[in-house]
């Protein structure tokens, strides 16, 4: 009799779980605004000490920044999507031209916005290095995510965490919800099962955010970025940085990297 009583449960619960499971609604097209919050204090100190900079001059020049500048650089972008076709747009904000060194880092700018093709694994971006625009088409990077047990809530959606090392030196943590069908995410950072709502590089100092996330259709027509700037691809723009930040010392490194990212 227990046996019996055992197999209608088991039954009954089977039936719920794919009743809901066959009703679940999987989010692919809509729109997420993003969030990118830089600690500017932290990175510009961590700046310093990594190019030697630590005197009299270098000191005064954050303190000066910390006068006249919050902690936090806060910037807003946003990403339509329509099944696996993405696009990712930063939000221009008219903000007053500063004359202090560590306002123009790049590390402050929003450089890119990438059209991408998840099925067909390729990208467009149009990259501003400076004072120079690229329109960069070559393949999406490739990460390696190890996916782990961490999950936490964000924008209404459930997300799991997931480690990744790109660029063979930056560490990158991400939050993705397979609640939105599409494995992209804010700048070049896709490859999930779901959608990445939240993006971190700890040792950089730097999160994207998900802020909200509108679940409606978005035409096709919608998908789409500016097509100024001069075409190359991530062989051509490497080898034009490699050469144009030669003389630029221990802050090539940095600049090199985050113009690559």
């Not at 990403?79 to 004359?99: D, G, H, M």
Request: aromatic share 12%.
């Amino acid at each position: 009799m227990k046996t019996l009583k055992y197999i209608i449960a088991a039954s009954f619960t089977f039936f719920v779980l794919s009743s809901s499971a066959q009703h679940a609604r999987f989010v692919t097209q809509g729109t997420i605004e993003y969030e990118k919050r830089v600690n500017a204090y932290a990175l510009i100190k961590q700046q310093l000490k990594s190019w030697g900079e630590d005197n009299a001059f270098s000191t005064q020049a954050l303190e000066s920044y910390q006068k006249n500048n919050p902690q936090f650089k806060i910037q807003k972008s946003k990403l339509s999507f329509n099944n696996q076709t993405t696009a990712f747009i930063p939000i221009e904000e008219n903000t007053p031209v500063s004359n202090n060194w560590f306002a123009n880092m790049i590390e402050f700018q929003q450089a890119n916005s990438i059209l991408s093709d998840l099925n067909a694994g390729t990208s467009k971006t149009q990259k501003k290095i400076y004072e120079e625009t690229y329109l960069l088409s070559d393949s999406i990077r490739k990460i390696n995510w190890k996916i782990t047990d961490e999950f936490r809530n964000i924008a209404g959606y459930n997300c799991r965490r997931a480690n990744a090392l790109v660029m063979d030196s930056v560490y990158v943590v991400a939050f993705y919800s397979e609640e939105i069908a599409v494995s992209g995410g804010p700048e070049s950072f896709s490859g999930l099962p779901g959608m990445i709502l939240g993006l971190a590089l700890p040792h950089d100092h730097v999160t994207w955010f998900a802020t909200s996330v509108t679940d409606e259709a978005v035409s096709p027509d919608k998908i789409k970025i500016p097509t100024k700037g001069k075409p190359v691809n991530q062989k051509q723009l490497y080898d034009i940085l490699k050469g144009a930040l030669k003389g630029w010392g221990k802050s090539a490194y940095q600049t090199f990297k985050w113009a690559m990212m």
